[in-house]
């Protein structure tokens, strides 16, 4: 069941470095992280997964079977990227990509080098706006600049490390599934921490106004979330643990972002990279 961590830590014996993935941007996010990972390996696992995940879905016929919440939620992605250029120099020419995968749970990720899925559970129970979709989708974004599955990929990668040499006696070509399992699994199903997902709502929330949609839904987006808590909570909330101070940071924030916003909404083009 754990093979793949075998495989992974091989690699964190070659590499392990202190980076940081993203620039501040107006919300100042600047915590070093540690890889023993790197992009590219984490990157072409994820491509790997997405894909294979993709076509699960098309076999199942689960895959943007509605085309207006298809184009909806593709409009949606194509005004949040061209803004992580404040963030990354290269995240605009990521393969980006997204698909609606209809399934009731309410969900949404976005896998390293910008492969997103959006369930239609999220869509329908939440009954989102376009600013609310905006930040969710921004959210799982900024988790991707921030290469958080790469860091967590890594964490494993660390502690797994004494069974290391064993992975040597496993072959090259087996590395790239057990990358790509691993990335899907920090992914979909690993909840972050705390720090991660600070950085993923504050990130979310600029990358939101920037591209002209209200920061403050980030906050009406969770009170949604929280308020469909009860038997069934949101399969989003496990891997986005909620946190007390969540929704006063994300006023604070949104509340410094908003002349970004007020710029996007009359025309202006938000300066990337302040
Ligand atoms: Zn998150």
Redesign the pocket.
Known sequence: MRTYLVLISALALSACQTVETTKGGTVGVDRQQRMAVSSEEVNAGAEKAYAQMMAEAQKKNALDRDAAQVARVKAIVSRLVPQTAAFRDDAPKWPWEAHVISVDDVNAWCMPHGKMAVYTGLINKLQLTDDELAAVMG?EIA?ALREHSREQVSQQAITQTGIGIAGALFGVGQLGQGVANAVADVTLFKP?SRGM?TE?DRIGVELAARAGYDPHAAISLWQKMEKLGGSQPPKWLST?PPHADRIADLQNQAQKVMPLYQQAKAGGTASAGK
Do not use: F, I, R, S
């Open positions: 959210h988790h972050k997902e993923a986005h």
